[in-house]
């Protein structure tokens, strides 16, 4: 297949030349017969007139404008505006509803702009499963639409081309399909719970009945889909209420980490916690895992076990808790003390847990789960069974896996392989057929590894400029609206997929508006004013399952055993590119720009390797070399694999960094694993996790019956005392409800135009984050609890680094705050070296003033970006205070401090920060400062921070165990 010559082809031919070279190459095309037509067909009646050297230059001035060409028709130009609008105001922001999606599922987000800019999400706090909140890779999604290395335009065999040619093109491979009935045409889809797309899909195979479907997500649930097919006769996906759940069982699961379900999870668990500290039940998690994770972080006991031990865990919970089923699990004495506390917590509170297991484990071990949270009670109370919102699970039209794609490519049975934004080539071993298929077409944000083995790709419309909707969590349907006219020649993919059988090119509006077409217009428009137009997905009720299982698969592997993991910062590989995300800290090893393979203190210390130190691994189909990291707490028989990196094409942040793994969908038992000699230099933020043993050590934990800590001992200050006036500012952070998740940190990032420093930089320690999260280790190598301390300035009352600075930049405000003037300082760092908490971050470089234009158009106009040589803190948000006491006295109303948020406040799923005047005694924040768990970080210095914390919560004679 062979594209038609246009300007763009011709632009091709003669890149690289310059001056001379060039004139000569192009007086040398001119003269073919088939530029001669071009020009003809192009300008009708005006090339015949001209002279050799007027045909040149209108021939060259064609040439130039071919890029502009490829960029479609000119409403999808962001064009400025000559003349402002009047309802624009300049300095106010405007607020949208919309949503982005993660693995298909909507997080439903208000967008801020400035200017007609996107600048900054937040979660959408009328939504009932964000209530205001979101995670990390919400926060990052602004910027990845501004992201320069993003697709532009439409191209032929990796050159660029127009939308035109793409519309002739299909328009011939369409009446090929239609001919078969679709059969040869095989497409691969990312997960998505678009409404609009399952229409089109329906169309499209009630068209082309032979047309095959495939997933193409790398962590998806399919099999807790099969399991639930198993036991209730058809796919259901299951719905947890961790705000009811007393008693938390996980098997391997892990429902406060990363991923699409994140947000409600932090919630709904947080808010159990919240209830059992006022003495309403209990909120306990009993976590046997095989990688530490931010579940097993907050557990009340977790085990550290392999997962080839699953089957005898659950077959032993199973028997304790009443059910006939054969077998002879085999525990150690520490598993056994484990399930025995898990048990009597479970019978203590009926009807009030829940059971868990990882989704990618076998199917029979996640029905058996199932079929315990029914015996239990828990259906209907902690979680609920609800219809799959992600498409390809519908009864009777079940996509098929990337396994079954390379099948039908080896017995060469695929003439169209059409792949949706995803990238099976980086995910799956597709074989050597793949490129004798005649025709490859890729849709994506990206010319990634996918693209590149295909003829064409067409580039797509980030979430946050294209039209479209999917359904969230809780199964609500959302819709997603532009935020601004799309920056690039892209599409949606509802206009590609109706491209690929239509000829008529579609109105991405249109589209959309069609799936609610029964929808009055009132109802559409308030529906786009408040981000959904349904309510949560009902409940469906399902049948008894029956008798138990037959048998559990008992494993007797006692070999290494390799897991692959979605990296808790860039998932499967798709923010690779997003800085921010790289260097934001992994939430447990605290490290940036990388992945590592993971290994227990005992196997790291048998093969006498450390941090940094080069393995192999070696498994079935792939070996892989990178970097040691030991992981405390870790199973001893365990290889941690994380996935998302080794990228070759994921542009100029993500390229080129860690190593690459393709997901394995079952575990992969008998690796090999060998030490290669080398040696790797790794950037993390935190040297040493060891919590000091110490009398007022920096994280505290007191005992649910007793959660008093002794009263503080504030020393003589020699400073003299601060004059206030106004609201008195302060913060107050409840480390029993952070997870240490680390959407602040994003969100900090994004609302003060943080500068990203690179992997080199934040190896030498010069990391930029104005917040940070302490994670510490207390206990045994083997078995350590984990703890998490948020790190924000303390804006102390007696502030060491006031008196410290030479130059008066650093000083006190009269409503507490300890505040920044950058055009005063001149890089002494005499700050950084009294502050004693090591809050203050310092411009060796010019981090910003080089930035891609589109980056810096996603700047927060409202924050000064700081240039090379100044210091750079936390300063609570004092751009949304100043904004809430400008807007009260436009209103000519007095100022209201309860109505100011900071940007981590806002984000945080746990909503673990307070923040507010600690002057008013009826203030949220000065309510928990007068909690018995208050207490402030080293007190003793007599510094008085504003920003104090509340102890952790922890039941009396419960552990890891060991």
Not at 920 to 929: F, G
């Amino acid at each position: 297949m062979s594209a038609p010559l246009d300007f763009v082809a011709l632009r091709g031919q003669l890149a690289g030349l310059k001056g001379r070279a060039y004139w000569r190459g192009l007086e040398a095309l001119s003269a073919s017969p088939e530029v001669q037509a071009l020009m003809e067909a192009e300008f009708p009646g005006v090339a015949p007139l001209l002279d050799r050297r007027g045909f040149l230059q209108l021939m060259a001035a064609s040439l130039a404008m071919a890029g502009l060409a490829a960029c479609g028709k000119a409403p999808e130009q962001a064009i400025t505006a000559v003349h402002q609008p009047a309802t624009l105001t300049p300095g106010v922001a405007a607020w949208y509803a919309t949503a982005v999606s993660l693995a298909g599922v909507a997080q439903p987000v208000l967008a801020k702009t400035q200017a007609g800019r996107p600048i900054k999400l937040e979660g959408n706090p009328a939504h009932p499963m964000s209530g205001g909140a979101c995670d990390a890779f919400t926060q990052a999604a602004i910027l990845q639409l501004y992201d320069p290395d993003r697709s532009q335009a439409p191209r032929w065999q990796g050159r660029e081309t127009s939308w035109a040619q793409v519309r002739a093109a299909l328009s011939q491979e369409r009446q090929a399909l239609d001919r078969l009935h679709g059969k040869g045409l095989h497409i691969v889809c990312g997960a998505s719970s678009s409404p609009t797309l399952q229409r089109q899909f329906e169309q499209l195979q009630k068209r082309w009945p032979e047309a095959r479907l495939y997933h193409g997500e790398a962590f998806a649930e399919t099999t807790a889909m099969v399991a639930s097919e198993q036991l209730f006769g058809q796919p259901l996906t299951a719905r947890v209420h961790l705000e009811h759940a007393q008693v938390l069982v996980c098997l391997d699961y892990d429902p406060l980490g990363c991923g699409p379900y994140q947000t409600v999870r932090q919630s709904g668990w947080a808010e159990r916690r919240r209830r059992a500290a006022k003495g309403e039940g209990a909120a306990l998690s009993f976590v046997a895992e095989s990688v530490p994770t931010l579940t097993g972080a907050a557990a009340t006991a977790r085990l550290p076990m392999p997962p080839s031990r699953l089957p005898d865990m659950l077959l032993a919970l199973s028997q304790a808790l009443g059910e006939t089923l054969p077998g002879t699990p085999r525990l150690t004495a520490a598993q056994r003390q484990w399930l025995d506390l898990a048990v009597a917590a479970l019978k203590a509170h009926p009807g009030r847990g829940l059971i868990g297991i990882s989704s990618q484990a076998p199917e029979a071990l996640q029905a058996q789960v199932l079929r315990l949270n029914q015996r239990l009670g828990h259906l209907g109370r902690t979680l609920d069974l609800q219809a799959p919102s992600l498409l390809g699970y519908e009864p009777q039209r079940q996509w098929a896996s990337l396994q079954q794609l390379a099948q039908a490519l080896q017995e060469e049975r695929v003439s169209h392989l059409v792949m949706l934004d995803c990238n099976p080539v980086q995910l799956s071993a597709l074989p050597a057929q793949l490129q004798q298929v005649p025709m490859r077409l890729h849709a994506g944000l990206y010319y990634d590894e996918s693209a590149a083995q295909c003829h064409w790709h067409l580039p797509l419309n980030h979430g946050l400029d294209g039209w479209s909707d999917a359904r969230a969590a809780d199964g609500s349907a959302c819709i997603v609206q532009p935020l601004i006219e799309p920056l690039y020649a892209t599409r949606t993919l509802h206009q590609v997929l109706e491209l690929l059988m239509s000829a008529a090119e579609a109105d991405g509006l249109a589209l959309v508006r069609a799936t609610w077409a029964h929808i009055p217009e009132a109802q559409w428009r308030q529906a786009l004013a408040q981000g959904w137009i349904e309510t949560a997905a009902p409940s469906v009720a399902v049948r008894n399952p029956g008798t138990a299982a037959a048998s559990l698969a008992l494993s007797d592997s006692d070999g290494l055993q390799a897991l692959v993991r979605p990296d808790p910062t860039i998932w499967d590989g798709r923010f690779a590119n997003c800085a921010w995300l790289q260097e934001l800290p992994k939430p447990i090893s605290t490290l940036t720009w990388s992945n590592v393979v993971g290994l227990s203190p005992r196997l790291a210390e048998r093969l006498g390797v450390g941090n940094g130190d080069g393995v192999e691994v070696s498994l079935t189909g792939q070996t892989l070399r990178g970097p040691a990291w030991v992981e405390p707490g870790q199973a001893d028989e365990v290889i941690a694999l994380y996935a998302g990196y080794g990228r070759t094409r994921a542009g100029r942040v993500g390229n080129d960094l860690g190593y690459a793994v393709r997901p394995i969908q079952a575990l992969a038992a008998d690796a090999k694993l060998r030490v290669t000699g080398e040696h790797y230099r790794l950037a993390t933020t935190q040297a040493h996790h060891q919590l000091p043993d110490e009398d007022e050590p920096p994280i505290r934990v007191v005992a649910r019956d007793a959660p008093h800590l002794p009263g503080q001992t504030i020393p003589v200050s020699l400073y003299s005392p601060a004059a206030d006036s106004g609201p008195q500012w302060g913060m107050v952070i409840d480390l029993d409800l952070c997870t240490g998740c680390n959407a602040c940190v994003v969100a900090c990032q994004a609302e003060n135009n943080i500068a990203v420093v690179g992997a080199e930089q934040v190896a030498r320690g010069r990391n930029m984050h104005w917040l940070r999260i302490d994670h510490y280790y207390q206990g045994s190598l083997d078995a350590p609890r984990s703890r998490f301390q948020p790190l924000p300035c303390m804006h102390c009352e007696q502030a060491p680094c006031e008196t410290g600075c030479p130059v008066n930049a650093t000083v006190h405000s009269r409503d507490g705050l300890n505040q920044m003037v950058y055009n005063r300082c001149i890089g002494t760092r005499t700050c950084a070296a009294y502050c004693p908490y090591k809050v203050r971050r310092f411009n060796w470089l010019d981090w910003s003033a080089n930035a891609a234009p589109s980056i810096q158009a996603q700047r927060n106009p409202e924050v000064t970006v700081r240039s090379r040589g100044v210091m750079e803190k936390c300063t609570y948000c004092i751009q949304r205070i100043s904004a809430a006491r400008i807007e009260d006295k436009q209103q000519a109303a007095a100022f209201d401090p309860s109505g100011v948020v900071t940007a981590c406040q806002q984000t945080c799923p746990s909503q673990a920060i307070r923040f507010g005047d600690i002057a008013d005694p009826a203030s949220d924040v000065s309510q928990a400062r007068r909690d018995p768990r208050h207490y402030r970080l080293l007190d003793a210095l007599g510094t008085r921070p504003r920003t104090s914390y509340l102890a952790r919560i922890e039941e009396e004679g419960t552990g890891d165990a060991s």
